[in-house]
């Protein structure tokens, strides 16, 4: 069974800088792209970044543009997340999430229903 494990959140304060590390557990987890989603209390999940292995497309929330750069390494089956600049309000519980069907192809990376798999989350905490 394929486990997405999430680490390097923290607490922080505004305009600082964290980064997030995923990894899979399984070696011969294969993904077509992998992305970040955050969720708040009292909140829905919402997409952050995704990237695409299948010619590097990567892809960001209005509210990160320019903040957060996610990256990856395919064959190692983990994404990054570099987020600078923090704001109180990137305050969140922040998942890793797979999509390893080929359908999620002709899904746009910032759709929730086009990951299978999902980490535990890891919280980031913004003071100000």
């Known amino acids: 069974q394929v486990q997405l494990v999430e680490s390097g959140g923290g607490l922080v304060q505004a305009g600082g800088s964290l980064r997030l590390s995923c990894a899979a557990s399984a070696r011969t987890f294969s993904s077509y792209s992998m992305g970040w989603f955050r969720q708040a209390p009292g909140k829905e999940r919402d997409f952050v970044a995704g990237?695409?292995?299948?010619?590097?497309?990567?892809a960001y929330a209005e509210s990160v543009k320019g903040r957060f750069t996610i990256s990856g390494d395919n064959a190692k089956n983990t994404v990054y997340l570099q987020m600078n600049s923090l704001k109180p309000e990137d305050t969140a519980a922040y998942y890793c999430?797979?999509?390893?069907?080929?359908?999620?192809?002709?899904?746009?990376?910032?759709?929730?229903?086009?990951?299978?798999?999902w980490g535990q989350g890891t919280q980031v905490t913004v003071s100000s």
């Open positions: 999430a797979a999509a390893v069907s080929a359908g999620s192809l002709h899904l746009p990376l910032s759709a929730i229903y086009a990951y299978e798999h």
């Open positions: 990237i695409s292995w299948s010619g590097g497309n990567t």
